[in-house]
């Protein structure tokens, strides 16, 4: 005989309203103290990754308050590049002032303001007070208050969720259904939720607050949507539809809820078609508000023609010397790929990295295995949730709220820049908390309270490692170097995290404290910089840090060269023509001073000059190096052009009266080192011991 299904109808309550609110008030203290613990671990980590973009390299953030206005009015990538135009490499474009907006607030209040060598503070051009969210040193307050943040609302997510489960399992609030179907599954699902290590970035990186605060809004508008409905009470739905528009502000991927909303209350309520329709109502009209506004600040393309680089288009690739877009075979099965993937993290999430920029994924076909399992899976879930609609069944509600809210970062309704993120999967993993906290109910023998000991020491075993994972994990974002040195191992193919590796080793390298180890990282950066350029050669920015490892370890050639192969990609390179100005000034005095190559030491400096002829040491060294070889006109010509460029400057001025006194103008000689003596009476005897 069949054996019967737990029965999930609702039955009389029994349990007095009492139980029930101490049930929530008690769990809903645990879901917040366990989402607060599990990320304690990150209250004073750096920054990290896009930190700069919405924080301290942002005009706008860095003014506080009074860069609000700015915040409002253009894209969030403007205030990072400072230059218009810059922020459209991402096709669409990004409006999301809501928590930049919380950034600067942050800045104001905990930032010291920003002061130049003679300790003035500082105003940009605009006359504004400019805030340095960088000092502080360990106890920067604005880092710690930034990850105190996240954390915080992190943990109000998890009993937001909880709340808005038992509303939707159990309405009345005394949960009435049959073995405790709502608690079980409400608090399983919070639970995996809040535990899930794949959140990791999101929490751990400040900026991702922008997909904490999206979630949380639009989980709350749909909370008191709920509320409203049961409780007829029309004003909560103006209290939705004020959240759900902050949720917006936040991040655009809340819109999905447009589809959420309905679905929720199809499944979960008896409303029907006209009902749902006017519960739905206030969402859509703060949505179209939200584009409006969106509109009017970036304009109406919101997806566009995507751009030709790709580092933000995933979808090219290399043939002969030129980059064109995959085939729409190749393309959809890249897609179908990645959307396999974000169901292996959910299951299994090991190994996590913050990057997955090309080539981190493939150019895949439909004839790789791995393709064709997530073509097969997805077609699965997706006839189950249809055919299983028409019964409310809620593990298809599951299904298509994580096929709902992944649909935007997926790749098939517009570009969005990247092949994935395990960000994404922020907002989707709600579903996949809920399709398996169902399945367990539906495999425990009896829900709450009558759980078989298998499944509860099993779902608590699962618990406890998806929590350790989450906190060991935490650690990989204590700053730049360590994220990107380990997650450089897990996807050792993507030419973003190798130049980003490189880039960071260089700046570690440079530090007083890594002298003894210097040549060593600066190696190790070369290493991984070279793989960047193998996987995309039109990558101008590895070529940039390529010349920058070079110059500090006086290889100075090997430098020269990847200098000219950035501006060879890219002519107008300010970074690559100013750092190559710097090389050639560099290698002159190293063929000069360290080599005794006279000859190499003028044909670099004299390309130095050309590049940068109003530079004071580049002046200087071609005065020495036409001395040094007897041209004593040339010397006194350069000298002369150093002194008047640093007027103030005591040894600019005793150069060129030696320049005078070896050209047998001893008057002259005198009349220029009396000058330098009057701006430093101890020149002399502080050049001796220089030398």
């Not at 645990?30 to 301290?56: C, E």
């Not at 396999?340 to 895949?364: E, T």
């Not at 350029?533 to 500090?552: C, M, R, S």
């Not at 008047?644 to 040894?651: C, G, R």
Request: proline residues 5%; aromatic residues 14%.
């Amino acid at each position: 005989m069949a054996k019967r299904k737990p029965s999930t109808k609702r039955v009389p309550s029994t349990a007095p309203a009492s139980d029930a609110a101490h049930f929530i008030k008690l769990y809903s203290w645990a879901v917040f103290l366990l989402g607060v613990l599990l990320y304690a671990n990150t209250l004073f980590f750096d920054y990290a990754v896009d930190d700069a973009i919405v924080i301290y390299d942002n005009e706008f953030t860095t003014k506080g308050v009074a860069g609000i206005p700015g915040l409002l009015k253009y894209d969030t990538f403007r205030g990072f590049f400072k230059v218009e135009g810059k922020e459209n490499l991402v096709a669409g474009g990004r409006y999301r002032p809501l928590t930049p907006i919380m950034y600067a607030l942050e800045v104001q209040l905990f930032s010291p303001k920003k002061r130049d060598a003679s300790n003035q503070v500082q105003k940009d051009k605009d006359g504004d007070v400019v805030f340095d969210p960088n000092e502080g040193g360990k106890l920067n307050m604005v880092k710690f208050v930034g990850h105190l943040v996240n954390v915080l609302l992190y943990g109000l997510t998890g009993v937001v969720l909880f709340w808005l489960l038992l509303k939707m399992l159990s309405p009345d609030g005394r949960f009435a259904e049959a073995k405790g179907y709502a608690p079980f599954v409400g608090l399983a699902a919070t639970l995996l939720f809040v535990v899930h290590p794949v959140h990791t970035e999101v929490v751990a990186n400040i900026k991702g607050r922008d997909e904490i605060v999206s979630l949380l809004g639009s989980l709350a508008a749909l909370y008191l949507s709920l509320k409203a409905f049961y409780e007829k009470k029309p004003t909560l739905n103006i209290a939705a539809a004020a959240i759900f528009f902050l949720a917006l502000l936040s991040k655009e991927n809340a819109i999905t809820f447009l589809a959420i909303v309905p679905l929720t209350f199809f499944f979960f309520t008896k409303a029907k078609g006209g009902k749902i329709f006017a519960q739905t109502l206030p969402f859509v009209a703060v949505a179209v508000l939200f584009l409006i506004i969106r509109g009017s600040v970036l304009g109406w393309n919101l997806g566009g023609e995507p751009p030709r680089e790709l580092m933000n288009n995933p979808f090219l690739k290399l043939v002969g010397n030129q980059y064109v877009d995959f085939t729409a075979g190749e393309k959809f099965a890249t897609i179908f790929y990645t959307l396999g993937k974000y169901i292996q993290l959910l299951i299994f999430p090991h190994p996590l990295s913050h990057d997955y920029y090309p080539r981190a994924v493939g150019i895949m076909t439909f004839g790789d295995w791995r393709v064709l399992l997530s073509v097969l899976v997805y077609l699965g879930i997706g006839i189950y949730a249809i055919l299983r609609l028409p019964k409310k069944d809620a593990v298809s509600y599951g299904i298509l709220f994580f096929l709902a809210t992944l649909s935007i970062a997926s790749n098939i309704v517009f570009p969005i820049g990247t092949n994935m993120n395990e960000r994404f999967l922020y907002m989707p993993s709600i579903g996949f908390a809920v399709v398996a906290a169902v399945l367990l109910y539906r495999v425990s023998g009896g829900g709450w309270g009558n759980v078989k000991p298998v499944v509860l020491y099993g779902g608590v075993a699962v618990l406890l490692l998806l929590s350790l994972k989450t906190f060991t994990r935490n650690f990989a974002w204590k700053d730049n170097f360590t994220l990107f040195t380990t997650d450089i191992n897990t996807v050792p193919n993507s030419a973003k995290l190798r130049n980003a590796t490189g880039g960071e080793l260089i700046t570690q390298a440079v530090k007083p404290e890594n002298a003894a180890r210097k040549n060593e990282m600066l190696t190790e950066a070369v290493g991984h910089l070279q793989e960047a350029v193998k996987i995309h050669p039109g990558y101008k920015n590895p070529f940039l840090l390529l010349g920058n490892a070079y110059n500090y370890l006086q290889q100075y050639e090997a430098s020269i060269q990847a200098y000219q192969q950035a501006l060879r990609l890219d002519p107008a390179y300010e970074e690559a023509q100013n750092n190559l100005g710097i090389t050639y000034r560099d290698a002159g005095r190293y063929y000069g001073e360290q080599k005794g190559d006279l000859n190499k030491a003028m044909e670099y400096l004299t390309k130095a000059f050309e590049m940068r002829p109003n530079e004071y040491e580049t002046l200087r060294l071609l005065g020495v190096a036409y001395g040094v070889g007897g041209n004593v006109e040339k010397a006194v010509e350069f000298f002369e052009k150093a002194a008047q460029l640093e007027p103030n400057n005591a040894d600019a001025w005793y150069n060129l009266g030696s320049a005078y006194y070896n050209a047998g103008q001893p008057e002259k000689a005198q009349e220029f080192i009396q000058k330098a003596k009057q701006i430093n009476p101890d020149i002399e005897e502080e050049r001796k011991n220089r030398k």
